[in-house]
């Protein structure tokens, strides 16, 4: 039996690719106008990007436990064997949760087998990584080689990206009011990444054309191999960007495929509209299929 993958909403896959690659999803929360929706399953990003404009500020919370405790305890019951790649511990509870209910149903079920892992990764970051390991599991890879894939991705993952507005990162405590700086003033775009889970600015670049320059430097800087892997890139309503994104890394650095997807809504209550971000490996995995 293939190894069942699970993974949250927060991966930013939409919502045919969980049906299509035989993957759990675990919504996390979106709370919007006083209307609480599922991420993916019920509410469509556009929604919370137009709410945002609006003047509305959209709250997220953290995947059901009681979701949990249902997955869980059907997967234990028809004894199948599994790995649930989670959102960055850094940036919500929702692999906590998932610990904790983990060991309750493990109570009653002592020989479950079901591996928890925090990729300290987040949107298509995440995503690659599900990916991969769907893919994987279609081919009846073992847990154990899948699990090393897991891991290895989720330690060198890069994830670059810049923002419209920090105010959004700021408000939900995604980063500092220190670290907010600039955020719409005279045209200054910060570029961010992920490190070890947590969202870090890093520089300031004045204007678009120079920020989107500025993130193909980086990815030629810190990434490997870029001409054999899957680079991703995931917008905030933003599709004409993103498609000048790929054309821009297609040229320069010719990886084996570009995929693009939409923030989805828990994602991008907090980004807001009009965010790009760009994810590759600085280091490649053995091959293994």
């Not at 991420?39 to 959209?58: E, F, L, Q």
Request: charge should be negative; glycine fraction near 6%; proline fraction near 4%.
């Amino acid at each position: 039996m293939p190894i069942k993958i699970l993974a949250d909403s927060a991966c930013d896959l939409p919502l045919d690719f969980y049906s299509e690659s035989n993957v759990t999803l675990i919504p996390l929360k979106v709370h919007v106008n006083g209307q609480e929706y599922e991420d993916v399953k019920t509410i469509d990003p556009k929604t919370v990007y137009d709410a945002i404009r609006n003047g509305s500020v959209p709250k997220t919370s953290q995947a059901s436990p009681l979701l949990f405790e249902q997955i869980f305890t059907n997967m234990a019951e028809n004894n199948e064997v599994g790995i649930y790649i989670a959102f960055s511990s850094q940036l919500s509870g929702t692999y906590s949760t998932a610990v904790m209910i983990l060991d309750q149903v493990k109570e009653k079920y002592p020989n479950f087998d079901l591996t928890i892992i925090d990729t300290k990764c987040a949107s298509l970051g995440q995503g690659l990584i599900v990916m991969e390991a769907a893919r994987l599991s279609s081919k009846n890879v073992p847990k154990e080689e899948i699990l090393k894939d897991v891991i290895f991705r989720s330690q060198h993952m890069e994830h670059l990206f810049t923002v419209e507005d920090l105010d959004y990162l700021a408000k939900g405590g995604r980063v500092s009011k220190a670290s907010a700086f600039l955020g719409g003033l005279l045209n200054i775009k910060p570029v961010l990444n992920v490190e070890d889970g947590k969202l870090v600015p890093i520089e300031k670049i004045r204007g678009k054309k120079k920020v989107l320059r500025r993130l193909i430097e980086l990815m030629k800087e810190r990434g490997s191999d870029i001409q054999e892997q899957v680079v991703g890139i995931s917008h905030a309503d933003n599709e004409e960007t993103a498609l000048e994104m790929k054309s821009m890394i297609e040229e320069e650095l010719h990886p084996k495929a570009v995929y693009i997807s939409s923030i989805g809504s828990a994602i991008g209550s907090h980004t807001g509209a009009g965010t790009i971000s760009i994810f590759f490996l600085n280091q490649l995995p053995k091959k293994m299929e």
